[in-house]
């Protein structure tokens, strides 16, 4: 009795050691033709094999026309792994020229495509069939391939230093899949311009009918076929074409812009105000910008707003805190008749002498005594009372009709007179005017 009992353990442990791998993948691939017999290779892919010999799985296919062909160049007629991707397939035809795969054995949870070249592919599913056609008498060692997704092949009119240099030559690229079989992408210089182009997917040529730009680069909807989609190539670089398998979306990755050049900048003050001066005449680049000249009435400077930079003209640019504001070269229409803000490039400290000078401080206009005056800033130059040769200590701003910047920004403020020592006053916001629009301290 004990012996029997020996005898049946033994057994369970063989068993248990020749039971079959938990198979992630397992496919048996049969290529027949009218004139030769039928060529077989079987492919097994579990997490306990090796990417060596694995005994009682791998076997030699030394003399076999269908084989697997291993890093070293060893050929396999049987071939056990625990990562089938990428492994490569020769095949020795015959006199035919015509011949059919067909699939069977097939375990695993993860679906392998054989690829036919790197344009399309046959799924290696349980009865699959496939016909192919081969050189006769010929040894293909660079055609068949074995990969978990199917192949994504850029084809487009890419005018660059990989595909020629006109557009009409096609380019047929294909898109490199990523080590974790998420992606598959392929990279190309080419000149800047309008291109037109689509995707070979698993050898069906398919396309959205709609334009990439840098602004849209991301894009689904592949399912014309008939028709291309395009881009709009802003530089001369390298774009990278990336194919998403999960979204089926195409992002172009543009070069990276080059960083945009001008002419000249300022920077505002915490006030969202600056002087400015320039030789030549200047547009702003940006458009939440505002440029105005100045008239000088008493202790008030009346700001009208202008449409460019004149060029030795002083104005004051009105814009957001702290923000630096950039002009190219270009023009406008706006009278600067009546200007008194001055140019840096005016500024003569000798001649100074029975004027006074103000500079920009905050959101008015200071008494200056240094003796230079800034690169590309503007100053106002007042002559000094006559008589007591005096000067005010500041000169506040009037924008459009409208004293002090800040009250600017207020246009809902409520304004409400009243009486007090028999002048008439009115209180805006936080301010209190004189009828003449003077802000009263």
Not at 156 to 181: H, I, K, P, R, Y
Not at 318 to 336: I, K, M, P, Q
Request: proline content about 2%.
């Amino acid at each position: 009795m004990n012996k029997i009992l020996s005898v049946f353990c033994m057994c369970a442990m063989a068993l248990q050691v020749f039971a079959a791998p938990n198979y992630t993948a397992k496919a048996k691939i049969t290529i027949t033709s009218a004139n030769a017999d039928a060529k077989t290779i079987t492919l097994r892919q579990a997490a306990t094999f090796s990417d060596g010999y694995d005994d009682g799985y791998d076997a030699e296919g030394l003399g076999s026309d269908l084989y697997v062909i291993a890093s070293n160049n060893s050929h396999w007629q049987q071939w056990a792994t625990n990562n089938l991707d990428g492994a490569i397939i020769g095949f020795k035809s015959g006199i035919d020229e015509t011949y059919t795969i067909t699939v069977s054995n097939v375990a695993g949870s993860e679906t392998l495509y054989l690829w036919d070249w790197d344009f399309k592919s046959y799924a290696l599913t349980e009865g699959a069939s496939y016909t192919f056609d081969a050189e006769a008498n010929a040894t293909i060692e660079n055609r068949f391939s074995i990969h978990k997704v199917v192949p994504v092949q850029l084809k487009g009119e890419m005018v660059g230093t990989d595909c020629g240099a006109n557009q009409n030559e096609w380019c047929d690229e294909a898109l490199t899949v990523s080590a974790n079989n998420e992606t598959a992408s392929y990279s190309q210089n080419i000149t800047a311009g309008w291109y037109n182009f689509g995707l070979y997917i698993n050898g069906v040529y398919k396309n959205n009918h709609a334009e990439f730009s840098r602004d849209n680069n991301e894009q689904g909807g592949f399912s014309y076929d008939d028709q291309n989609s395009w881009m709009y190539a802003d530089i001369d670089g390298e774009y990278t074409f990336t194919w998403n398998y999960a979204t089926q979306k195409l992002t172009i990755t543009f070069p990276a812009a080059p960083a945009p050049t001008y002419e000249t900048s300022v920077t505002t003050n915490a006030k969202g105000l600056a002087t400015f001066s320039y030789d030549s005449d200047l547009q702003a680049v940006e458009n939440d910008v505002k440029l105005y000249k100045g008239d000088l009435n008493g202790n008030v400077l009346d700001l009208a707003e202008v449409n460019y930079v004149k060029a030795n003209q002083g104005v004051i640019v009105y814009g957001a805190a702290n923000t630096t504001y950039h002009f190219n070269v270009g023009t406008g229409t706006s009278d600067f008749t009546g200007n008194e803000l001055l140019p840096a490039s005016a500024w003569d400290y000798a001649a100074q002498d029975g004027y006074s000078i103000y500079v920009l401080s905050g959101n008015m206009l200071y008494l200056y005594e240094g003796d230079q005056m800034k690169p590309n800033k503007a100053f106002l130059k007042v002559n000094q009372n006559p008589i007591s040769g005096n000067a005010p200590a500041r000169i506040s701003m009037r924008f459009n009709g409208t004293q002090d910047v800040e009250n600017a920004e207020v246009e809902d403020a409520k304004a409400v007179k009243f009486v007090e020592n028999g002048e008439i006053f009115i209180r805006r916001g936080n301010e209190v005017y004189n009828l003449q629009g003077q802000i009263v301290k």
